[in-house]
């Protein structure tokens, strides 16, 4: 169970960015704080920068998870070169001293994602490992 302190902000992805951006502005009432890379657009309802980001129809490939080996929670996305990108938060830390010992999750399913979110075919399929 993962109890939040605080939600930093929540993204969407959008079909129709100008559309979007008209009913969260306008209708809403939310500020509109900037835009991001490849179209992002930012509104504040708070002294915060942003409470909600809008994004232009960004495919999730995975996620929302947990992963088991560091209790990560994950989320899966394509840039627009179709690359696969993680954004993850709550990795579990260690203190200098006195760390937990080592473990080893056995290569299963289980082991990559506690919640088993479903996971898009596409999702690393794109990008080849270039030889010296």
Not at 70 to 94: A, I, K, R
Request: hydrophobic share 35%; with cysteine.
């Amino acid at each position: 169970m993962i109890r939040f302190g605080k939600l930093g902000y929540v993204a969407l992805n959008v079909s129709d960015i100008e559309r979007s951006t008209v009913f969260y502005r306008d209708v809403l009432g939310l500020g509109a704080t900037g835009e991001g890379p490849a179209g992002a657009r930012y509104f504040r309802c708070g002294p915060s920068h942003h409470a909600i980001a809008l994004h232009p129809g960004v495919p999730v490939v995975h996620g929302p998870g947990r992963h088991p080996p560091s209790g990560s929670v994950f989320l899966y996305f394509l840039d627009p070169d179709g690359l696969t990108l993680e954004y993850s938060f709550g990795m579990e830390e260690f203190p200098e001293r006195g760390a937990r010992r080592p473990r080893v999750l056995e290569p299963v399913q289980e082991s990559f994602d506690y919640w088993g979110a479903p996971r898009d075919a596409r999702k690393s399929q794109t990008g080849a490992i270039e030889q010296a």
